[in-house]
């Protein structure tokens, strides 16, 4: 085992928290776990992450007060990215202009970008300030009557009418 390597169990246990808290936090901060086999782990998969990874980690799980529970972690950790832009993305503008994409980010620009390594096309419509507990009711408010493609991504007959209830629907938030 490389000795740069902690697995997210022990750094859990390390700080007294769940291991989906860490795994939270790496989602947040876009670091991906490298898996591997552990003799201590009955030959499962463990997830695993590097010496400086798992200090941008600590200094989040410091972030936590130790007097929260562990649904309090989470609640505080979507707390910290609770501010953002709910976003229509048009995946294939030219050639398949009804499909689309509906989420919240943090950071538009960096979202975007993300998202041209599979979908180099894809061109912002509009965004809307939201926070991020309001992204799943939006989704579904927004997206009612179209075709699901994927998790986030729909197709609609006009995307004109897919703005007009983003529109609506964000009008009414406060």
Same mark, same amino acid.
């Given at each position: 085992?490389?000795? @740069?390597?902690?697995?997210?169990? =022990?750094?859990? !246990?390390?700080?007294?928290?769940?291991? $989906?808290? *860490? %795994?939270?936090?790496?989602?947040?901060?876009?670091?991906?776990?490298?898996?591997?086999?552990?003799?201590?782990?009955?030959?499962?998969?463990?997830?695993?992450?590097?010496?400086?990874?798992?200090?941008?980690?600590?200094?989040?799980?410091?972030?936590?007060?130790? @007097?929260?529970?562990?649904?309090? =972690?989470?609640? !505080?950790?979507?707390?910290?990215?609770? $501010?953002? *832009? %709910?976003?229509?993305?048009?995946?294939?503008?030219?050639?398949?202009?009804?499909?689309?994409?509906?989420?919240?980010?943090?950071?538009?620009?960096?979202?975007?970008?993300?998202?041209?390594?599979?979908?180099?096309?894809?061109?912002?419509?509009?965004?809307?300030?939201?926070?991020?507990?309001?992204?799943?009711?939006?989704?579904?408010?927004?997206?009612?009557?179209?075709?699901?493609?994927?998790?986030?991504?729909?197709?609609?007959?006009?995307?004109?009418?897919?703005?007009?209830?983003?529109?609506?629907?964000?009008?009414?938030?406060?």
């Amino acid at each position: 085992m490389d000795d @740069d390597l902690i697995s997210v169990r =022990d750094v859990a !246990a390390q700080h007294g928290k769940a291991k $989906q808290t *860490v %795994f939270k936090i790496l989602k947040r901060l876009r670091i991906e776990p490298t898996k591997q086999r552990s003799s201590a782990g009955k030959n499962q998969l463990v997830s695993y992450i590097t010496q400086e990874e798992f200090k941008l980690v600590r200094s989040e799980l410091l972030l936590i007060r130790s @007097d929260e529970s562990e649904d309090g =972690d989470l609640v !505080a950790i979507e707390n910290a990215v609770e $501010q953002g *832009v %709910f976003y229509l993305i048009q995946l294939e503008p030219e050639f398949d202009p009804g499909r689309f994409k509906l989420g919240f980010t943090a950071s538009l620009p960096e979202r975007l970008r993300h998202l041209r390594c599979s979908a180099p096309f894809a061109k912002v419509i509009k965004s809307w300030p939201c926070q991020v507990m309001w992204e799943k009711t939006a989704i579904d408010s927004i997206s009612a009557g179209c075709e699901r493609l994927h998790t986030e991504v729909f197709r609609a007959v006009s995307l004109d009418e897919i703005i007009a209830k983003c529109d609506r629907f964000f009008a009414i938030m406060p």
